[in-house]
């Protein structure tokens, strides 16, 4: 009876094999992987060019001597937590835009209708080949083995895209929040870069009627810690969905198939 069973379940995994086989991915998969690529090097685009803002900015000395008191400030410098954690956080997008790059390739290579007809042929056969009996278990058990190991194969990249997608959206809240943050910072940051002679003296004069020095260097602080923040998120975020799911599912994927090989 068990035997009748495993059997039965055995021809069942085979059709569905046959199915999925004929199923593209590349459609549906390859749009939602598109649409995490743009999000991923518009997030990349806006560390790029806040690094490049602050970079300038750390260059800026401002010498307050028509107050009278002849100090020399640096606001470049409280930003130089925030302008390290955006240059690692702009090497994690290069390898999610590796990793999506990659993604993109072996979907395609999925995809090839000879690979998916070959695919679906060979399951055939080993159904065939069960239903005929005439082959020994062991050899019946190895084919069916790997029709089982090159179907999850294939199915590893799809259900990984669709996982990270469906993982991005629903994080896209928070994100657009993070991403709002950092692009506030870089306007506070382009702000007080001077641009020459003429414009030092009216950011002077502006400073000098409307904002206190002390004040002013607290509000840079203040974004600069609200930017670290933000850029932490997001690099927690884009190494969970680019790196660590697609890593955790080819795990599951090279387990299953461990277990599948032992048997």
Not at 7 to 33: D, K, N
Not at 55 to 63: D, H, K, P, R
Request: glycine letters at 6%; zero cysteines.
């Amino acid at each position: 009876m068990n035997y009748h069973r495993s059997q039965v379940a055995a021809v069942v995994l085979l059709l569905v094999s046959v199915g999925l086989a004929l199923l593209p991915f590349e459609s549906s998969a390859g749009t939602q992987l598109s649409q995490m690529l743009k999000v991923t090097l518009t997030v990349y685009a806006l560390a790029r060019g806040l690094n490049a803002v602050i970079s300038v900015a750390q260059g800026t000395e401002l010498s307050i001597e028509p107050m009278g008191v002849g100090l020399t400030l640096t606001p470049g410098q409280i930003l130089d937590p925030l302008n390290d954690l955006i240059e690692q956080f702009s090497g994690v997008l290069l390898m999610a835009s590796a990793s999506l790059g990659i993604q993109k390739i072996l979907l395609s290579m999925g995809d090839i209708a000879l690979v998916r007809w070959g695919l679906a042929g060979f399951a055939v056969i080993v159904l065939l080949l069960m239903l005929w009996q005439k082959l020994p278990d062991r050899w019946s058990s190895r084919l069916f083995n790997m029709v089982l190991i090159l179907t999850l194969l294939r199915l590893a990249i799809p259900v990984t895209i669709l996982a990270s997608n469906q993982l991005q959206l629903w994080l896209d809240h928070d994100r657009q929040e993070a991403i709002t943050v950092l692009q506030a910072t870089q306007q506070e940051v382009a702000a007080i870069q001077p641009n020459g002679d003429e414009s030092q003296s009216r950011w002077y004069q502006g400073l000098k009627e409307n904002l206190d020095i002390k004040t002013r260097l607290q509000t840079i602080q203040q974004k600069a810690e609200q930017g670290i923040n933000a850029a932490i998120y997001l690099l927690a975020e884009f190494v969970l969905i680019m790196l660590i799911l697609p890593i955790g599912f080819l795990f599951v994927a090279w387990r299953l198939i461990g277990k599948i090989t032992r048997q």
